[in-house]
T-cell receptor, first 115, second 117 residues
């Protein structure tokens, strides 16, 4: 069983379109995250939700909107896609307690290409 | 703000040899966690090893071990008996242990490790 899954794994779309990436975790974790990895492999956090509540919102354009219907799911919706949005997007989850065993587990990533 | 620096963009090692990847970080916090993640060509981020800052003993996981120097804010990863499957990007990461409620990770820029047969 996949612990953290993302769909789709690849997404190719035109500039100006709206797209969504879905993430699900079956680890029973309370906290989920979205990261963006750019072409230089730099990995930066975008959002984090704890029990469906937004707890981290980095300086991300408001074209990006996360949605957490329940604590096992955190979807990322992107409006009016731009060329600079092309990247690999990773979902992750963790227990969220902040303790020694609170490790993040990552999904396989979604490679988004904006043409 | 905390920062994580990996000064080696790329490293090479012969199969069966040992290699050390460097990581330094900057923080004013006294309690935190440090991680090494591996990202093979498959893109999957895989946890390699974790170190709690309050522990003086260096963490070890099979062929992977760390050299944690808290005063120097250094956290290097040593891979012994390197295997072809170790070829990947390696990311060092920092997480605060303070009760801020966010616990976000801060990643370094990565080191690409090549293993030569």
């Amino acid at each position: 069983d996949t612990a953290v899954s993302q769909t789709p794994k690849y997404l190719v779309t035109q500039m100006g379109n709206d797209k969504s990436i879905k993430c699900e975790q079956n680890l029973g974790h309370d906290t989920m995250y979205w990261y963006k990895q750019d072409s230089k492999k730099f990995l930066k956090i975008m959002f984090s939700y704890n029990n469906k509540e937004l707890i981290i919102n980095e300086t991300v354009p408001n074209r990006f909107s996360p949605k957490s219907p329940d604590k096992a799911h955190l979807n990322l919706h992107i409006n009016s896609l731009e060329l600079g949005d092309s990247a690999v997007y990773f979902c992750a989850s963790s227990v969220g307690s902040g303790g020694p065993t609170d490790t993040q587990y990552f999904g396989p990533g979604t490679r988004l290409t904006v043409l | 703000a905390q920062t994580v620096t990996q000064s080696q963009p790329e490293m090479s090692v012969q199969e069966a040899e040992t290699v050390t990847l460097s990581c330094t970080y900057d923080t004013s916090e006294s309690d935190y966690y440090l991680f090494w993640y591996k990202q093979p060509p498959s893109r999957q981020m895989i946890l390699v090893i974790r170190q709690e800052a309050y522990k003086q003993q260096n963490a070890t996981e099979n062929r992977f071990s760390v050299n944690f120097q808290k005063a120097a804010k250094s956290f290097s990863l040593k891979i012994s008996d390197s295997q072809l499957g170790d070829a990947a990007m390696y990311f060092c990461a920092y997480r605060s242990a303070e009760a801020s409620g966010t616990y976000k990770y801060i990643f370094g820029t990565g080191t690409r490790l090549k293993v030569l047969a």
